[in-house]
């Protein structure tokens, strides 16, 4: 396999499988989509992903900080494609004046919007009286540091943060994972029965109108690779499973702008 193929491969792959899922695909603040005007590098650059895959839709596209390209997220993944459509980079693009990669405000502002479209109704929620910070999280009730996280909730609202879940099941719609959480999500008391659910214990069957579907399809638009995935009120990802006094500590400094 080539280089170029080995690069392009695992995004065609995810593309495929997960993107096609998308069915509303929305830009982030500043950004384009797809709908942009015929001729722009914005619209060649969308032209190009084509050809590549059909199922490939950006959902933002922006001038790069490198003069002739364009910063497109796809499926949670930034990449850089040149204005005319040509060339396309995939990888960390870092800035050393800043000490970061170029392209993760993009990604955090993408998923600041996504997290946000989801109202507090849909939401399992855990919180302190007065929380300093607020996460969301994409978790699943099957995966081992998603229920370690949930063992130690109270922890977590004791270093002030409340946290805010969604729905992943990472085994897919089809999947005995989906349907226990869609009992969770229709169940009278969410919190008791996600609890129950994470610590391996009946959940009673239930089925309603839910939003489990959504967030699952938000998490995969969002670039989610594992769960837990938790997310600062800014979008910016804080990672999977973090201990609760190290969270509060990323959480400190990112309100520092450190």
């Not at 990604?107 to 849909?122: F, Q, W």
């Not at 910070?133 to 978790?139: G, K, L, N, P």
């Not at 946290?163 to 009992?183: H, I, N």
């Amino acid at each position: 396999m080539n280089v170029t193929a080995r690069l392009l491969l695992p995004l065609l792959l995810f593309g495929s499988s997960s993107l096609s899922a998308c069915a509303e695909p929305a830009p982030a603040p500043g950004g384009q989509s797809a709908g942009a005007p015929p001729g722009s590098a914005a619209a060649r650059v969308t032209n190009a992903l084509k050809k590549l895959d059909p199922n490939l839709t950006p959902e933002h596209i922006q001038p790069a900080p490198v003069a002739g390209f364009q910063q497109v997220i796809v499926g949670g993944q930034v990449l850089y494609v040149s204005n005319d459509g040509k060339y396309l980079m995939q990888g960390t693009l870092y800035d050393i004046d800043k000490r970061r990669d170029a392209g993760s405000a993009a990604l955090a502002g993408m998923r600041k919007e996504l997290a946000d479209s989801v109202p507090l109704e849909d939401r399992i929620v855990f919180s302190p009286p007065n929380p300093k910070y607020t996460v969301t999280v994409f978790t699943d009730v099957e995966c081992g540091f998603c229920r370690r996280m949930h063992s130690q909730i109270e922890q977590y609202m004791a270093q002030g943060i409340e946290v805010q879940y969604l729905a992943f099941p990472r085994m897919g719609p089809a999947s005995a994972d989906f349907r226990k959480m869609v009992s969770v999500w229709c169940a009278k008391d969410r919190r008791q029965a996600l609890t129950l659910a994470k610590l391996d214990k009946p959940v009673p069957e239930a089925n309603c109108t839910n939003p489990v579907a959504m967030q699952y399809r938000l998490g995969q638009r969002a670039g989610l690779e594992g769960t837990p995935m938790v997310l600062a009120e800014d979008g910016t990802q804080l990672g999977g499973y973090v201990p609760p006094v190290e969270l509060r500590k990323m959480l400190d400094q990112l309100a520092a702008g450190s």
